[in-house]
């Protein structure tokens, strides 16, 4: 019986790029504002209502705009502060 072969490892290096690069910067960014939809909707609920309830309502009602004011900010010349920075 043969095993399979063994998965190959990532490089720190592809990691970093990864994390580095403007796709998953936007990832985090859109995550973030998110996440702050869940907190200010739940409190504003009395209850938790989910991350999926908060992505689907944050889509709906806020997503074009946010979207709108990133590509303005890029637009201007100020780019945008990475996710990680604002955890400082």
Do not use: C
């Given at each position: 019986?043969?095993?399979?072969?063994?998965?190959?490892?990532?490089?720190?290096?592809?990691?970093?790029?990864?994390?580095?690069?403007?796709?998953?910067?936007?990832?985090?960014?859109?995550?973030?504002?998110?996440?702050?939809?869940?907190?200010?909707?739940?409190?504003?609920?009395?209850?938790?209502?989910?991350?999926?309830?908060?992505?689907?309502?944050?889509?709906?009602?806020?997503?074009?705009?946010?979207?709108?004011?990133?590509?303005?900010?890029?637009?201007?010349?100020?780019?945008?502060?990475?996710v990680e920075a604002?955890?400082?």
């Amino acid at each position: 019986m043969s095993s399979a072969p063994p998965h190959p490892t990532e490089s720190s290096d592809s990691r970093e790029f990864v994390k580095h690069s403007s796709l998953y910067q936007e990832f985090l960014a859109e995550r973030e504002e998110i996440l702050k939809h869940k907190w200010i909707e739940s409190e504003r609920l009395g209850y938790d209502i989910g991350f999926e309830r908060a992505l689907l309502d944050w889509i709906r009602k806020h997503r074009d705009s946010w979207r709108a004011a990133r590509r303005a900010q890029l637009a201007a010349g100020s780019p945008p502060v990475p996710v990680e920075a604002n955890k400082k």
